[in-house]
């Protein structure tokens, strides 16, 4: 039986690593500008005696840092996912 399905009709490989390369490029530029809004907002809010913006910048920031982490990983995902789909 020489029955296999045909893995090189299937294209758009290069497509979709373009666009998601591309997605993941805008996260990770909005991340760290919100990484930098928070951080300031941190640092005023601290030298100032606003805990409670404090505390929310401080998670604002630890949500961003989150999301850069994700993105990053995501693109790695993404490429590993791409090469094994190529390999079979």
Same mark, same amino acid.
Do not use: E, H, K
């Given at each position: 039986m020489d029955i296999f399905?045909?893995?090189g009709a299937v294209g758009g490989a290069s497509d979709l690593r373009a666009l998601v390369g591309a997605l993941l490029m805008y996260v990770l530029i909005f991340a760290v500008l919100a990484i930098? %809004?928070?951080a300031v907002t &941190?640092? *005023? /809010?601290?030298s100032s005696?606003?805990?409670q913006s404090a505390i929310r910048s401080r998670a604002g920031?630890? #949500?961003a #840092?989150? %999301? /850069?982490?994700l993105a990053g990983a995501g %693109? /790695? &995902?993404m490429n590993f996912? *791409?090469?094994v789909g190529q390999q079979l």
């Amino acid at each position: 039986m020489d029955i296999f399905p045909d893995f090189g009709a299937v294209g758009g490989a290069s497509d979709l690593r373009a666009l998601v390369g591309a997605l993941l490029m805008y996260v990770l530029i909005f991340a760290v500008l919100a990484i930098l %809004v928070c951080a300031v907002t &941190w640092a *005023i /809010a601290s030298s100032s005696g606003n805990y409670q913006s404090a505390i929310r910048s401080r998670a604002g920031l630890f #949500v961003a #840092v989150g %999301v /850069a982490m994700l993105a990053g990983a995501g %693109v /790695a &995902w993404m490429n590993f996912l *791409i090469g094994v789909g190529q390999q079979l």
